[in-house]
């Protein structure tokens, strides 16, 4: 049986007026929407025509306008006499920006041949490319002439990526005499855009400081960037120029070196590897302060190629390594007038002597002297103007360690000091208390008498030695100064007493003026006297060597620190020369150095003659020996990773302290130093230096003249 569920249903009665209402409705309701989209249309227009105005029309008018900015000019590095050691200068420049090149390899051919690049510079360039991040402009040349630049400049619509401009370029005036000093500067990197997010950073042609003052100061030298509003087409070609914001060039960084003196040292030291510091004893400005061999920034700015990477990576003298800050060395008989003042201080009578017959037996061992034939009966001026040995290995057993570190630490030892530098070894001034604490041992005997003489566990860096020898010279708490005018403050006397200074300045004095143990390091002036202290210290065991000849690595290092005029002191200086054979590799360079800060043209004359004999000035030997890489290698000097030339360069200036094993026996000194009358190897003996010793009343026959 079927249900009709229809008929159970009602149907509904519709009439005419129902109909009607329904449709009414119906219009309400669609006329309401259609009311309200007009509404949100008529407020999205009102909204982007008034609220949005501006935003779409700088938009729109991007489309017209290009705006670039300028990078701005880094400030400028001074010396002290308003001298530039790191300037700008105006160049024009071809840069490629990688991610915009749409063929590389026709783009660079093309540039190759414009600009008549050498296949080195162009694998170069290649390498450069690889290394960089896409959106990181690469700098292809600069110091361009204006031909080679507007053939570039011309062809710009067919080479996509590529970047003319005009600007400026760091420019270091004394090249590789200022390299570890000022440092380089060189294209930002990801990770340093990463921490500014300053869109100059990566702005065609602007670098930032990657080392030393460069890197220290580089928010004072950077400036603020300029603009340019430019009209162009649809496919970017300028039409004309609208209007430009100039740039605000970055704060001038005034140094207290000296320019002269700078340039001097670094040349002085010649083909050696080592370093030197000048600096005021009254003021304790740093004068000069130059570690060589060194790199010349200038190319470093560039992008430094592999053959050139090679070149210095080859080099066993370590150019990439600032040895004033980095460098630690045992600094052998120069530590002999400190430790002939902690010996007054502690009251021991300077009269009081020591017979030396060339050793001291200390326990069951023999410590000798480096004069093998002994200096006789030996006082305290004796012993500091002749270096004996036996004098200090004698009286240090009396005394102790205790006052020698004590006082070794007042003048400047053991300590970093607050100079704008990325980083200072402090070495080591050791005592009973430190090899406790670093080796668990307790402190022997020949500890102290190794200490005694500047061997065993001592370190120290060159600036230390010249602040020592600052402080010595001027009794005072000499701080060393970078900045010029900056902060300054009369330093405070060290609290010695003037009659023992005036003892050790005159034992000083006798080194270079007397009987003492460097008569060729007097200076050529009548008037003018250096007073000064020798040292040489050991690299390696005698059983390996005499530290005099055989493998450059086996030699001893030479020492020397001084002050001039030595009864009025005005100007201190360390010189460290490394593997040199011994303090008389070292004495003839501050001797030179002291020569030409009284008298320029005499000390030029001495560094002209022997600059013939090294092959030129250090930017010379650059040149020459690039090019001898060159001929060797051309285009066959293996590619270096980014990895890898960031681990060298760490591990070159790395401030890791030499290995100091436990010093358990005598550490013979070699002689020192080395024929006193003999200069060292391409030293230029003063007038003075030929001129007669009148012998003084202490003279030992057996003492080297």
Not at 122 to 146: N, T
Request: proline share 8%; glycine share 10%; aromatic share 8%.
């Amino acid at each position: 049986m079927k249900i009709n569920f229809r008929r159970l249903i009602q149907p509904r009665h519709v009439s005419a007026g129902t109909l009607r209402n329904s449709f009414d409705r119906r219009s309400l309701v669609v006329g309401g929407i259609q009311g309200g989209i007009g509404v949100l249309l008529a407020s999205r227009m009102a909204y982007l025509a008034i609220g949005q105005n501006e935003k779409y029309k700088l938009e729109a008018e991007s489309n017209r306008v290009n705006l670039s900015l300028i990078p701005p000019r880094r400030g400028w590095i001074l010396d002290r006499n308003g001298t530039p050691l790191a300037s700008n200068r105006a160049d024009f420049r071809v840069d490629v920006v990688p991610e915009r090149m749409e063929d590389r390899a026709h783009t660079l051919s093309v540039l190759g041949q414009l600009l008549s690049l050498t296949p080195i510079a162009m694998q170069d360039l290649e390498d450069k490319i690889e290394k960089s991040r896409g959106f990181a402009p690469v700098e292809v040349a600069s110091g361009l002439d204006f031909e080679r630049f507007a053939s570039v400049s011309v062809r710009l619509p067919d080479l996509p990526g590529v970047v003319t401009q005009r600007g400026y370029s760091r420019f270091y005036p004394l090249g590789p005499d200022v390299g570890h000093l000022i440092g380089y500067v060189g294209p930002a990197s990801a990770e340093e855009y990463e921490k500014d997010h300053d869109p100059v950073l990566i702005t065609p042609g602007y670098k930032v400081g990657k080392d030393a003052l460069e890197k220290f100061y580089e928010k004072d030298l950077r400036g603020k960037p300029g603009a340019r509003r430019v009209e162009v087409t649809a496919s970017g070609r300028i039409v004309r120029d609208l209007d430009t914001r100039e740039d605000v060039p970055g704060k001038t960084i005034k140094l207290t070196i000296d320019a002269g003196i700078q340039e001097y040292a670094s040349r002085r030291i010649g083909v050696e590897s080592g370093a030197a510091v000048v600096m005021d004893c009254q003021t304790g400005d740093i004068l000069a302060m130059c570690s060589m061999p060194s790199f010349d920034p200038n190319s470093f700015s560039d992008g430094i190629g592999r053959l050139e990477w090679k070149m210095l990576s080859d080099d066993d003298h370590v150019p990439l390594r600032n040895k004033v800050l980095r460098g630690l060395y045992p600094p052998g008989s120069t530590v002999k007038p400190m430790v002939a003042l902690s010996f007054l201080e502690a009251g021991l009578d300077p009269n009081e002597s020591v017979f030396c017959s060339g050793g001291l037996r200390v326990g069951n061992r023999v410590f000798h002297c480096w004069q093998h034939h002994g200096h006789g009966q030996v006082n305290m001026a004796k012993g500091v103007y002749q270096s004996c040995d036996v004098y200090f290995y004698h009286f240090a057993q009396r005394m102790g360690m205790d006052p020698i570190a004590a006082m070794a630490s007042r003048l400047g030892l053991g300590h970093d000091f607050p100079l704008p530098v990325s980083g200072q070894s402090y070495g080591t001034v050791p005592n009973p208390a430190w090899k406790l604490k670093k080796y668990g041992k307790e402190w022997q005997t020949f500890d102290t008498v190794n200490a005694t003489i500047g061997q065993g566990y001592f370190l120290v860096n060159p600036l230390q030695q010249a602040i020592q020898v600052s402080r010595i010279a001027s009794g005072k708490i000499i701080m060393p100064r970078l900045i010029h005018g900056h902060d300054y403050e009369p330093p405070k006397p060290l609290g010695i007493p003037e009659e023992h200074l005036a003892y050790i300045h005159q034992a000083m004095s006798d080194v270079a003026n007397g009987p003492g143990s460097a008569p060729h390091a007097r200076l050529p002036f009548p008037d003018i006297k250096l007073a000064g202290k020798t040292g040489t210290a050991q690299v390696v065991g005698l059983n390996v060597g005499n530290g005099k000849g055989g493998q450059w690595k086996h030699r001893d290092h030479g020492h020397f620190i001084c002050f001039a005029p030595a009864d009025n002191p005005r100007y201190a200086c360390s010189v460290v020369i490394e593997h040199g054979g011994g303090s008389g590799a070292a004495y003839p360079v501050a001797r030179d150095i002291m020569t030409y800060i009284f008298d320029k043209q005499k000390g030029m004359d001495i560094l002209t003659e022997l600059e013939k004999g090294w092959g030129g000035t250090p930017k010379e030997r650059l040149d020459a020996r690039y090019r001898k890489y060159a001929a060797e290698y051309g285009v066959g000097a293996p590619a270096v990773s980014p990895e890898q030339e960031s681990e060298a360069a760490d591990q070159a200036d790395s401030a890791v302290e030499p290995q100091q094993p436990i010093v358990r026996d005598a550490q013979s000194p070699a002689p020192e130093p080395a024929a006193a009358g003999n200069p060292a190897p391409g030293a230029s003996p003063s007038p003075a230096a030929t001129a007669p010793v009148a012998p003084g009343p202490a003279q030992n026959p057996g003492t080297p003249q």
